[in-house]
Structures are given as structure tokens and as C-alpha cells.
């Protein structure tokens, strides 16, 4: 895994932005997924700048790569909903072009399904950029998930309801289950891009990095991906 430190999250957000761009531009059409959460907004923005300052449109799909059981698309905190906020709306990316897990499908295997048959029908999938959970998750994959899964759905742990919280307006009752790419898709996919930030991921940057490899800090599994580049902050690198 090569470790990129930079000295400012704009300055990480944009050394992972112009790699995602580069790589992205190296293929016709790739199949993207990227993260929710807080750490990707500048990233999203540069991608933003960049395709709305050029005139240009992505050349990649994109399939979602976790969503939250029970939470509608339309709702704020649902992953659909800050890629629509994000990316999918300002650059009018149409839904020809993305999937998405629906996390009130009344059938959920069949959302896991779909999700695979369309990284199969692609022969893969080529770029993944990966926020960092507190509890070293990648996706909604928690710590213990098989690695060797291809989607799955799973009770999330008390930390990422916690984290998760400030994703949603206001208090709410949080839902349990979370439905998300798998590590086996995550660990299979040709070019991966890490990315964290802040003081309150110093830990568990240092465990991802340093600590044993294996399902306990699922970030760490990583380090044995041919192609993985883990973008950080100078905070989030501080106990390395
Ligand atoms: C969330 C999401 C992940 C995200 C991670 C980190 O629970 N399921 O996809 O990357 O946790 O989130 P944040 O960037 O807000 O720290």
C-alpha cells in the first residue's frame, strides 16, 4: 500500500481527486464506486470542479457501494442521497449511468444480486475510492466480515450508528442493517484509493497501517492490494 501525506484535508482531497481523474481517464468507461460520508465532500467537489470547469461529463460508471436498510433515497444521511447532492444533480449524471442499493427494497437478497450482476456484466470493477470508519471499516463491511464476500448486508456496530448520526437531520433512530459492496468486490477491484482525514482517525489510520492484517480492522486488508494508495491528512497521520 503506498501511504500519501499531505499537509491539509484540500490538499489530500485534491491529491485523491487528481489520482481517481488520471486513472479514470486511462480507461473508456470504468465502473466506479466512491464513499459517502464526511470525508469525500472535497473530493467530490474537486471532481466537480473539474468536470464543470472543462465541460466535460465522467467518463465512469458508477454503482453505489453501501446504503443504509431501511433509509429512502429522497432522505438526507441516505448514501443515494449525497451522491445526488454531490455529484449525480450539479453534473447532471443520469440514471442510465449509476446504480444504487435501495435500502427499502422489499427483497434485499435481490438488491446484493443486482449489485453483483453488474460488476460481473462489466468484467469487474475497476476504480473503488474508500472512506475509513472509525472501526476500520471499509463500506459497511464491520470488522469480522468474510473476506471473501461479494455484497453483503450486516447489524452494524454501535460506533458507525454513532458516527452515522451526523450524517441525518436531526436525532433519529438509527437504522441497524447496512447493505454494501463486499470485500471480496473491494479486494478484486483494480485500482483502490483510500482516503481519511482528521485527528479522530489517527488511531485507527495507525492500526490500519501498522497493526496485523486481517478481518479485525477490515482497512488493513488492504495492504495486500497490488494497486491501493491510502490518501491522508497530516492530523490523520499523526500516530503513525
Ligand atoms: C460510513 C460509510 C462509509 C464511510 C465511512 C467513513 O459509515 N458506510 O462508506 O466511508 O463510514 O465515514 P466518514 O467519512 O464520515 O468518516
Not at 491529491?15 to 488520471?22: G, N, R, S, V
Not at 484509493?193 to 488511531?203: C, E, F, Q, S, T
Request: hydrophobic share 40%; glycine share 10%.
Amino acid at each position: 500500500m503506498k501511504i500519501v501525506v499531505k499537509e491539509s484535508y484540500a490538499d489530500m482531497s485534491w491529491a485523491a481527486a487528481e489520482d481517481f481523474l488520471a486513472i479514470a481517464s486511462s480507461y473508456e468507461r470504468p465502473l466506479v464506486c466512491l464513499p459517502s460520508g464526511h470525508t469525500p465532500i472535497l473530493f467530490c467537489k474537486y471532481l466537480r470542479d473539474h468536470y464543470l470547469s472543462t465541460g466535460t461529463k465522467p467518463n465512469w460508471d458508477f454503482i453505489g457501494l453501501d446504503e443504509w436498510v431501511g433509509v429512502p433515497h429522497s432522505e438526507k444521511g441516505s448514501c443515494r442521497h449525497f451522491f445526488d447532492e454531490h455529484l449525480f444533480i450539479p453534473l447532471g449524471i443520469t440514471e442510465d449511468r449509476f446504480s444504487f442499493f435501495d435500502g427499502m427494497a422489499p427483497d434485499i437478497e435481490m438488491e446484493k444480486r443486482k449489485a453483483e450482476e453488474i460488476i460481473d456484466s462489466h468484467g469487474g470493477l475497476d476504480i473503488a475510492v474508500l472512506g475509513i470508519g472509525a472501526n476500520g471499516h471499509l463500506g459497511f463491511n464491520e470488522p469480522g466480515s468474510d473476506p471473501t464476500l461479494r455484497t453483503q448486508v450486516i447489524e452494524l456496530e454501535a460506533i458507525t450508528l454513532h458516527s452515522g448520526q451526523s450524517y441525518f437531520l436531526g436525532p433519529k433512530d438509527m437504522p441497524t442493517k447496512g447493505l454494501t459492496l463486499g470485500l471480496g468486490t473491494l479486494l478484486s477491484t483494480s485500482h483502490v484509493l483510500l482516503i481519511a482525514n482528521g485527528k479522530h482517525k489517527a488511531d485507527i489510520i495507525a492500526k490500519t497501517v501498522n497493526g496485523p492484517v486481517g478481518n479485525d480492522i477490515p482497512a488493513s486488508l488492504m495492504r495486500e492490494h497490488p494497486a491501493c494508495t491510502l490518501y491522508l491528512d497530516r492530523d490523520a497521520s499523526g500516530k503513525l
